[in-house]
C-alpha cells in the first residue's frame, strides 16, 4: 500500500499565470477617437476649400489695376507716402522740400536774375521763400490727385480696368466682400489723408497770397520813394512830364548848338 501511494503523481509546480489572449487594448482616452479615412470626395472638398483663391484673383481685372493693390502701390511710393505717414515728419518733409527749393534754387535766380538795379535784399529772400511755397503746393497737389483718385476706385461699386490697351476698356462689377473691404478701407483709411491734404493746401495757398502781397507792395514802395528822391533832386525825369534840363543830363551831345541856333533865328 505504501509502494502504491509513493507511485502517485507529483503536484504540479507552481508557474507564472498568462493572461488569456484578448484584442489589442484602445491606446486612445475615451473622449479621442482616432479619425476616420477620408474617402476621396472628402479629400477633394478638403483640398479645394484650403486652395481657394482670394476674391480678387476672380475677377477679371488685372492685378496693377485692382484698386486694393493701387492702394498699397500708393501707400509706398513717394512722396505720397508721406500724407499718410506721421503728422510731424509730413510737415517736416514739406518744410525740407520748400526750404531746399527756396536756397539753391529760388535765390540764387532771384539774387542774380532779378530785372532792375532797385531790388533790395528782403525783396529777393521773399521771391526765393515764395518759390519754395509754390514747388510744395505743387507736391501736394500731386499727392492730393493720386490719393483722390484711389479713393473714387475703392469707394466706386465698378472698377474701370484695360485688358491691353486704351482701346478695350471693360467696367467689372465688385462682389459684395471685395466691395464693404475697399469702402472700409476708403473710408478710415484714405479719407483722412485727403482732409489734411486739403487742410495743407489751404494753409499754403494763404501763405503764398501773404508772400506775393508783401513783395508787391515792397516793390511798389520803394519805386514811389526812388521817383519821389529822383523828382526832389531835379536829376532825373518824373513819369508823365518832359523836362530839358533832364533830357541835356541824359543826352547831352543831342544839345549841342541848340542856344546858338536859337540866337541866329
Not at 502517485?8 to 484578448?22: E, N
Not at 489589442?24 to 479619425?35: D, E, G, L, M, V
Not at 482732409?195 to 501773404?210: C, E, F, G, Q
Not at 519805386?223 to 525825369?237: D, F, L, M, P, V
Amino acid at each position: 500500500m505504501a509502494f502504491l501511494l509513493s507511485l502517485k503523481p507529483p503536484s504540479p509546480s507552481p508557474s507564472i499565470l498568462l493572461p488569456p489572449l484578448t484584442s489589442t487594448p484602445n491606446r486612445f482616452p475615451p473622449s479621442i477617437k482616432p479619425s476616420k479615412p477620408l474617402n476621396h470626395h472628402q479629400t477633394r472638398f478638403s483640398s479645394a476649400f484650403s486652395n481657394r483663391n482670394p476674391p480678387e484673383t476672380d475677377c477679371p481685372v488685372p492685378p496693377e489695376q485692382q484698386p486694393i493693390n493701387e492702394y498699397h502701390s500708393l501707400s509706398t511710393s513717394s512722396p505720397f507716402s508721406w500724407a499718410s505717414g506721421d503728422f510731424v515728419e509730413y510737415c517736416s518733409r514739406l518744410l525740407a522740400t520748400g526750404a531746399g527749393f527756396a536756397l539753391f534754387v529760388g535765390l540764387p535766380v532771384s539774387w542774380y536774375g532779378s530785372v532792375g538795379v532797385g531790388w533790395e535784399p528782403i525783396q529777393r529772400i521773399l521771391g526765393a521763400v515764395s518759390s519754395g511755397i509754390f514747388v510744395v503746393t505743387l507736391a501736394v497737389v500731386r499727392m492730393y490727385l493720386g490719393w483722390a483718385y484711389v479713393g473714387n476706385r475703392l469707394l466706386s461699386a465698378t472698377v474701370e480696368y484695360e485688358e491691353t490697351g486704351w482701346y478695350d476698356g471693360q467696367i467689372w462689377v465688385k462682389t459684395a466682400e471685395v466691395l464693404a473691404r475697399d469702402r472700409l478701407l476708403g473710408s478710415f483709411t484714405v479719407k483722412p489723408v485727403l482732409n489734411r491734404l486739403k487742410n495743407t493746401l489751404v494753409a499754403l495757398a494763404l501763405s503764398l497770397l501773404m508772400f506775393i502781397v508783401v513783395l508787391v507792395n515792397t516793390e511798389t514802395a520803394q519805386k514811389e520813394a526812388y521817383i519821389t528822391s529822383a523828382g526832389e533832386t531835379g536829376g532825373r525825369s518824373v513819369a508823365g512830364s518832359y523836362n530839358d534840363e533832364s533830357a541835356r543830363s541824359f543826352e547831352p551831345e543831342a544839345f549841342c548848338g541848340g542856344s546858338d541856333l536859337a540866337l541866329d533865328d
